[in-house]
T-cell receptor
Framework: RKEVEQDPGPFNVPEGATVAFNCTYS??????FFWYRQDCRKEPKLLMSVYSSGNEDGRFTAQLNRASQYISLLIRDSKLSDSATYLC?????????????FGKGTKLSVKP | DVKVTQSSRYLVKRTGEKVFLECVQDMDHENMFWYRQDPGLGLRLIYF???????EKGDIPEGYSVSREKKERFSLILESASTNQTSMYLCASSSTGLKGEKLFFGSGTQLSVL
């Protein structure tokens, strides 16, 4: 079974801290990678796509390591509003929209 | 902005009832999906559709069926609801091709089967 594994957390960090999450995937042929954010009792929303060269969006940096089959999300200068569950999502080879595999999520709690 | 609307936020049904969950999107997306989300299990794909009248089974289709008669509407049907179908149901849509990398989710329906 193709898997996407995440540490469920929770990660409890103070405001201003830097925190990093990793996600591993089992299928070396996976093509596309994403981080989604899900607030408590809300729907998931795309945070960012993850490109081979790595990408940055403000305080958020995503990186892909194909050799080791993991992706990472780094959050700098954490805000209270960053508290959420972060879902790692992988699209398998073939590109069918039905081949999106969701990790179970990593919970982040940012404290004052 | 894309809007995916699910007909009910909370629903309570009895075992054996036929249940319809409706989902409508307003951005002319080709692809639509039904997921369920359970604590400790994450999101699991039930069915998806990439065109009108087309459907594909996801990872857990047993006990469910779907209908896509119009492009904007994707319905999930529980023919005979059971207690193990108590869950949060999330509908999503996306466009085809490179622009289809982003899934847009509805706000979910929390279904309780008693």
């Amino acid at each position: 079974r193709k898997e996407v594994e995440q540490d469920p957390g929770p990660f409890n960090v103070p405001e201003g801290a830097t925190v990093a999450f990793n996600c591993t995937y089992s299928n070396s042929a996976s093509q596309s990678f994403f981080w989604y954010r899900q607030d408590c009792r809300k729907e998931p929303k795309l945070l960012m796509s993850v490109y081979s060269s790595g990408n940055e969006d403000g305080r958020f940096t995503a990186q892909l390591n194909r050799a080791s089959q993991y992706i990472s999300l780094l959050i700098r200068d954490s805000k209270l509003s960053d508290s959420a569950t972060y879902l790692c999502v992988v699209r398998d080879y073939g590109g069918s929209q039905g081949n999106l595999i969701f990790g179970k999520g990593t919970k982040l709690s940012v404290k004052p | 902005d894309v809007k995916v609307t699910q007909s009910s936020r909370y629903l309570v049904k009895r075992t054996g009832e036929k249940v319809f969950l409706e989902c409508v999107q307003d951005m002319d997306h080709e692809n639509m999906f039904w997921y369920r989300q359970d604590p400790g299990l994450g999101l699991r794909l039930i069915y998806f559709s990439y065109d009108v009248k087309m459907k594909e089974k996801g990872d857990i289709p047993e006990g469910y069926s779907v209908s896509r008669e119009k492009k904007e509407r994707f319905s999930l049907i529980l023919e005979s609801a059971s207690t193990n179908q108590t869950s949060m149901y999330l509908c999503a849509s996306s466009s085809t091709g490179l622009k289809g990398e982003k899934l847009f989710f509805g706000s979910g329906t929390q279904l309780s089967v008693l």
